[in-house]
């Protein structure tokens, strides 16, 4: 059994590392189906694409060369976005390192990163650009202020490829360093960083690395900006006052939300010094407050702009992230002795992270008890076994009816290509026609005979995949560590196809 002694700042890497790896073992263990995410993942890495949709496609990318590498798995899928977490700890305790001598306090910044709720508890659940986006936050912030401790080439190299890197996680991620260049000119000692011929260097790399994506986006800017967008204006009514004033308290509920618990563990630990590190400041809290307060003024004036009423705590992830790093180098300019306070930070979050995990992994057996199943019970696997046990060859195409379900159904049969119906990617929407049985999958809600809509019917008539005489066929499956006999359904119909 490794022992892991929390008084050392340097074994804080092998608990993070160990706390990941459990992560990647429950996912694994607990169901074979999947998440919103995952279905995605498991369903475009089918393809390499400049573009996929509103996202853009870093993530998509990384998980096409695993998956082309290890084959299509939920282990290859859970891995990827815990290893990524990882190295987002593991770069943000060494931009800690570059800033903070004292290496207790470094590893508090890093585990300051586990108590923010996209961390330790959606990305448990579903998430997948935003992990991508926080990684890069963590190694452009290493680069950021190495360049600025020490610059050289590489600093600058390594800060333009996070910067490139972070444009293709997320888009909102343009404004971090925007926001930190922003940050260091008031400061006279380091501006001259800024205005380095080697910042060219950085831009130049970041340029080449988004360039592709950039082409893409030019010929495909509804489908790249629509969907944040439309969830930002969830629920719009009223006068532009009335948004101004919903998106303004969304938007502060969601900052309260994602910063409180990292507020509230440095507070319980360091209970007799908040007002010495209230006041206390450096240059390098100087910039790092700026670098956060640029950025939550930039969402507020796109808030305010687009009239949204809608904002998520996980779409502040990026910015909120840099929350720790900020206290603990608010800690260390108030000169506080730190002797003992790494265990007492440490323990109280591992149990709570912990906690969390086993909770959120325990639903899958805690939700059918409470007559409330969720995506982790579906029986894809089951469903799929019962349908293809009697067939000696397997389908050649499978064409669903969401995303999800496609990916699930991938998942499940590997060899197959799976497409979706409705406005697919580009790189799925040709080729309707197939050599070989073509499988043909829709559900609803869970009811034992779905309903077969016609604008799915049209759209298989359409692409030439069945004619106009549909018999669907139905299978009410038992949920997966479902109770009694609650059964969850799903519609199909088999289509022998031939080359054209």
């Not at 074994?11 to 790896?21: G, H, L, P, S």
């Not at 303004?248 to 440095?266: K, R």
Request: glycine share 8%; with cysteine.
């Amino acid at each position: 059994m490794v022992r892991i002694d929390f008084r050392r700042a340097d074994a804080m890497i092998f608990a993070v590392a160990a706390y990941f790896a459990l992560c990647v073992a429950l996912r694994v263990f607990i169901s074979p189906a999947l998440e919103i995410d995952e279905g995605e993942q498991a369903f475009v890495s089918q393809f390499l694409a400049l573009g996929y949709g509103p996202q853009p496609p870093f993530y998509n990318w990384l998980q096409y060369a695993v998956v082309e590498i290890f084959g299509v798995s939920l282990t290859a899928l859970t891995v990827l976005k815990h290893l990524l977490l990882f190295l987002c700890c593991l770069f943000y305790g060494l931009a800690a390192q570059v800033l903070i001598k004292d290496r207790a306090l470094a590893a508090m910044a890093m585990l300051g990163v586990l108590t923010l709720p996209p961390v330790f508890l959606l990305a448990q659940r579903d998430l997948s650009h935003t992990v991508a986006a926080l990684f890069a936050v963590s190694l452009f912030l290493y680069g950021f202020f190495r360049t600025l401790r020490s610059p050289s080439l590489f600093s600058y190299l390594l800060t333009g490829i996070a910067v490139g890197i972070g444009l293709m996680s997320k888009y909102n991620f343009a404004l971090v360093p925007a926001a930190a260049v922003l940050a260091v000119l008031p400061e006279r000692d380091l501006r001259q960083r800024i205005f380095d011929w080697r910042m060219i260097v950085a831009l130049a790399v970041a340029f080449v690395i988004v360039l592709p994506h950039a082409y893409w986006i030019l010929n495909n800017l509804t489908s790249a900006s629509a969907g944040t967008i439309n969830e930002m204006k969830e629920g719009l009514s009223g006068g532009r006052l009335m948004q101004a004033f919903h998106g303004t308290l969304s938007l502060i509920s969601a900052i309260f939300g994602a910063s409180i618990l990292p507020v509230v563990f440095f507070a319980v630990v360091f209970p007799f010094d908040i007002k010495r590190i209230c006041l206390a400041e450096s240059q390098w809290t100087r910039i790092t407050g700026r670098i956060i307060c640029f950025c939550l003024a930039a969402v507020l004036l796109i808030v305010l702009g687009l009239g949204a009423t809608h904002i998520r705590e996980k779409w502040l992830a990026v910015f909120i992230v840099l929350l720790p790093l900020y206290l603990c180098l608010k800690i260390d300019a108030a000169g506080i002795e730190t002797t003992g306070k790494l265990k007492r930070f440490s323990i109280p979050l591992f149990i709570m992270i912990f906690a969390v995990l086993i909770g959120v992994s325990a639903r899958v057996v805690t939700s059918p008890m409470l007559g409330s199943y969720n995506r982790l019970n579906i029986p894809y696997e089951a469903f799929i076994r019962d349908i293809t046990q009697n067939h000696a060859i397997q389908p050649a195409l499978v064409i669903a009816d969401d995303t999800n379900l496609a990916g699930s159904v991938r998942l499940q049969l590997p060899q197959a290509t799976v497409i979706t119906a409705f406005n697919p990617p580009t790189p799925l929407a040709a080729g309707w026609r197939s050599a070989g049985p073509v499988l043909v999958i829709w559900r609803g809600q869970g009811e034992p005979e779905p309903a077969f809509s016609e604008a799915f019917r049209q759209k298989l008539i359409e692409g030439g995949v069945a004619s106009g005489d549909i018999k669907p066929l139905y299978s009410a499956t038992p949920y997966y560590l479902g109770m009694g006999d609650d059964r969850y359904g799903f519609g199909y119909l088999w289509v022998a196809q031939e080359n054209p």
